[in-house]
């Protein structure tokens, strides 16, 4: 059986919080202003692109979000954005088809509205 190479993946937000964490005072923004979705999702590597990684999500993770506090429906969608990094069996950056590990390193997070007849 061969996998997509570009899947849409799952995932708990909690997973995702480290990366956030990677600065600080990102973190303590969105945590204080906004209630976070349980869960989200995200780009997964095909097992046919890297048998190693097949199954891995990688950025951007998107999560919906609300004001922290308020009532109704989810109002956005949080992404959070990193820049990812394939290393081999030696530490040394390679290409995707190539990587046994992977490293993400924040570089952003943003808002997005989702349209009133999405809302749920």
Not at 37 to 45: K, N
Not at 106 to 112: A, D, N, P, Q, V
């Amino acid at each position: 059986m061969q996998t997509s190479a570009v899947a849409g993946g799952s995932f708990a937000t909690s997973e995702v919080l480290p990366l956030l964490k990677q600065k600080m005072d990102l973190y303590r923004l969105v945590m204080k202003t906004l209630d976070l979705d349980g869960s989200g999702w995200a780009t997964r590597i095909g097992g046919n692109i890297n048998s190693d990684l097949g199954g891995s999500r990688i950025a951007p993770y998107a999560i919906k979000a609300k004001p922290k506090g308020s009532k109704g429906p989810w109002q956005y969608y949080l992404s959070i954005e990193a820049e990812t990094i394939f290393y081999d069996e030696a530490g040394k950056k390679v290409a995707l088809y190539q990587g046994k590990t992977i490293k993400e390193n924040l570089t952003g997070i943003s808002l997005e509205i989702i349209p009133e007849s999405e809302r749920k």
